[in-house]
């Protein structure tokens, strides 16, 4: 596509449930990233992918997050066990030349846990 | 943790005033981003600005960054009602973990008509 793809746009759930969120990044971008935005604040960074691999997950809050992108191009942030403070927007961004280079933003993931 | 903190935190303007914004960052950098977010939607990307560079200009924005105060400011002359929207800054942070962009808390400006 044009731009970078996240899917759901929106997503409800319960307490306890698990969640996938998904990005289609642009076509030919190796960066990956994955951004966490509450009300008011700046993204929070979360992980970052090089191709296939991540090259830096410490912004992952705890094992409850995890996320994975196969095949070095669409990638899914996987949370278990959802709490209400996961509440957020879930922000993913490519990149074509990684930390030189400009962050090209999806609309994000609403997530709301009940 | 967010490295970067923008001020203020709220600006309200009249169209065809020319706002500031300033960003302050911790550590070392390689380059320093400018974005703009309207209400509900991703962040787009407006200028970036490498650490040998002082200044750099792009239309109706003027980035300004001094790396001895590990500050930077964004100027919007001139501005429009269609510039009201939350604006931050991004910041690289050179780790030996790999490659971070870190963002600021934000400018949120308001442009009236």
């Known amino acids: 596509g044009a731009g970078v793809s996240q899917t759901p746009s929106n997503k409800v759930t319960e307490k306890g449930k698990y969640v996938e969120l998904r990005c289609d990044p642009i076509s030919g971008h190796t960066a990956l990233y994955w951004y966490r935005q509450s009300l008011g604040q700046g993204p929070e960074f979360l992980i970052y992918?090089?191709?296939?691999?991540?090259?830096?997950d410490s912004g992952l809050p705890n094992d409850r997050f995890f996320a994975v992108r196969p095949e070095g191009s669409v990638s899914t942030l996987k949370i278990q066990r959802t709490e209400r403070g996961d509440s957020a927007v879930y922000l993913c961004?490519?990149?074509?030349?990684?930390?030189?280079?400009?962050?090209?933003f999806g609309e994000g993931s609403r997530l709301t846990v009940l | 943790s967010q490295q970067g903190e923008e001020d203020p935190q709220a600006l309200s303007i009249q169209e065809g005033e020319n706002a500031t914004m300033n960003c302050s960052y911790k550590?070392?950098?390689?380059?320093l981003q400018w974005y703009r977010q309207n209400s509900g939607r991703g962040l787009v990307h407006l200028i970036l600005i490498r650490s040998n560079e002082r200044e750099k200009h792009s239309g109706r924005l003027r980035v300004t960054l001094d790396t001895s105060k590990k500050s930077s400011s964004l100027l919007i002359t001139a501005s429009r009602a269609a510039d009201t929207a939350s604006y931050f800054c991004?910041?690289?942070?050179?780790?030996?973990?790999?490659?971070?962009?870190?963002f600021g808390t934000g400018t949120s400006l308001t442009v009236i008509p």
């Open positions: 550590t070392s950098i390689n380059n």
């Open positions: 991004a910041t690289d942070a050179l780790k030996n973990t790999g490659n971070q962009f870190y």
């Open positions: 992918f090089q191709g296939t691999g991540a090259a830096d």
């Open positions: 961004a490519s990149s074509l030349l990684g930390m030189t280079g400009e962050l090209f």
